[in-house]
């Protein structure tokens, strides 16, 4: 496929609006594909199919494809290109206002049963990521993997480590081990964008890396990031609404000097303040119901 021959047969432009930057290097089409590190029984959940270049790859390593598209513009040009592949469907539609594992299990019910494991790979508009990463590991069963394209800026904020930390590092982390697997030069897409791009692999945990209840752990990250310039003993103070006194003891407790700042701390000592903080017994529980801050 070619992404300018496509662009003209069809008379389509890409949108700003939708942050439409097409992959036009080969190579790193297939980097991206290699870092998703397919077998033939793997399920994969692509986000914005595009023109179907990405999706064609996919589907020649792994056992199905689901290629999301919200674009009604590009759909005849997936279907007329990918017409040939019988383990890619296609679904038009926001992801952000789909169900990533009802998508799969409309799939696998019938082939391998509705627990198969699934991974993501997805070349993300910008605007997006944050909203989409959320979504995903929310998700009422995660995938085991997601390969994403991202903006270099945002992927450096999602593998940074402490004294660099942020709430989006934070809550990504909390779910799974990132890692960034190459950098992409503007001129690899069409248009090009006015930044540079990476391919992140989150690969989601099998068991959460620390023991503590969720909704109370975002709760204090939050309120900890809210004055990034500030010690940790009155950001927490002022976030949570606690007298000083109380918070600089529960930091204490926990093992972790009330004068850090909040990017110096990884996720065991957020996992320690949010317990001497709440008093609550180490759990499991790896949805937050008020959703996950900060993405």
Not at 147 to 166: C, K, L, N, Y
Request: proline share 7%.
């Amino acid at each position: 496929m070619n992404v300018h021959r496509l662009l003209e047969q069809w008379d389509i432009q890409p949108s700003k609006g939708l942050g439409q930057n097409f992959v036009v290097d080969p190579v790193i089409l297939e980097r991206i594909v290699a870092a998703a590190e397919l077998a033939a029984s793997d399920m994969v959940l692509e986000i914005g199919a595009g023109l179907g270049t990405l999706t064609e790859r996919l589907a020649r390593q792994a056992g199905h494809v689901v290629a999301v598209e919200l674009d009604q513009r590009l759909l005849p040009v997936l279907q007329s290109e990918l017409a040939a592949l019988d383990n890619v469907t296609l679904v038009e539609g926001d992801i952000l206002a789909l169900e990533p594992v009802s998508l799969i299990e409309a799939v696998s019910a019938g082939q391998s049963g509705a627990d198969t494991p699934y991974q993501v790979v997805a070349n993300l508009p910008y605007y997006i990521t944050s909203a989409v990463l959320r979504h995903l590991l929310e998700a009422r069963r995660q995938p085991r993997r997601i390969v994403v394209t991202v903006q270099r800026e945002v992927a450096q904020r999602i593998v940074a480590q402490p004294g660099d930390m942020s709430l989006l590092a934070v809550s990504v982390q909390l779910y799974g081990r990132p890692e960034i697997r190459f950098r992409i030069k503007p001129g690899s897409f069409y248009p090009s964008p006015q930044v540079e791009s990476a391919v992140v692999r989150i690969d989601v945990h099998d068991t959460p890396p620390v023991l503590v209840e969720n909704s109370a752990f975002f709760r204090v990250v939050r309120a900890g990031f809210s004055q990034r310039r500030k010690q940790l003993h009155n950001t927490l103070t002022a976030g949570l609404r606690l007298p000083p006194d109380e918070v600089k003891e529960a930091l204490r407790e926990a093992g972790v000097d009330p004068r850090r700042r909040a990017q110096s701390l990884d996720i065991e000592e957020w996992a320690r303040v949010t317990r001497a903080l709440s008093g609550e017994s180490p759990t499991t529980d790896l949805t937050p119901p008020n959703g996950m801050p900060g993405l």
